[in-house]
């Protein structure tokens, strides 16, 4: 959720503790002990009571509520309204409960339907933008590699055996030591989820070709006899 003015109210006086990283001694159903927050002190005087949402501290005598305790802890400099400082801590600590939250969520595993290792090494050009070889030699096909920044033409595939060779690098391989060099990821399953996405691209572009109805061509206009 996220606070405004018309909440401070209800707010409990221990969440806003919470939301200033004070953390209670001692912890009963009735009320909670703490240190001081807006002093060093090495004893723990400092009692908030959660039926009456008030604070006393029973060292120097002062008590209140969440706008008084808020009036001792805000920077003057900074803050000039103890309303609005509760508001923003109260926010900034929703704020890291939700990222908190979402970070210890634990991730699904995405289901790849392809079998990748059947993948044809041309079909994978395709779907990196390479349509058609620079060349071909019998089973040999030449592309631009495009892993090098200057594109050259320098990888062959061999559509017999599905492996590729650059010819000025020597590196070499099947489609995931391909996905290697594009990615520079040993992970396996980051390279599964990265040629599965260019496959998914190309088969998208491939279902989004409409042909055109071919235009008839229009019929001879018959000639009038007299």
């Known amino acids: 959720m996220r606070y405004t003015d018309n909440d401070i ?36 005087v400092f009692v908030v009571y959660h039926t009456t949402n008030q604070w006393h501290d029973y060292d120097s005598d002062e008590k209140g509520n969440i706008i008084d305790l808020a009036k001792l802890l805000m920077n003057p400099a900074l803050d000039k309204n103890p309303k609005a400082f509760i508001v923003r801590c109260m926010n900034d600590y929703e704020i890291g409960k939700e990222i908190l939250e979402r970070s210890s969520r634990p991730i699904e595993p995405v289901i790849i339907k392809l079998d990748i290792k059947n993948v044809r090494l041309t079909d994978f050009m395709k779907a990196l933008g390479q349509e058609h070889p620079v060349a071909a030699n019998g089973n040999l096909r030449i592309y631009k590699a495009p892993y090098d920044a200057k594109g050259e033409p320098t990888m062959v595939i061999n559509t017999e055996t599905n492996l590729w060779r650059d010819t000025k690098s020597g590196a070499y391989g099947g489609i995931y030591d391909l996905a290697y060099e594009l990615t520079g990821s040993c992970n396996m399953a980051e390279l599964n989820r990265y040629i599965a996405g260019q496959m998914q691209e190309l088969e998208k572009s491939k279902a989004e070709k409409v042909e055109l109805p071919k235009q008839e061509s229009p019929k001879p206009k018959r000639k009038m006899r007299f």
């Open 9 to 44: 109210p209800t707010i409990p006086l221990r969440e806003f503790l919470s939301a200033l990283g004070e953390k209670p001694v001692k912890s009963t159903e009735h009320f909670n002990v703490y240190y001081p927050p807006y002093r060093d002190d090495s004893e723990p």
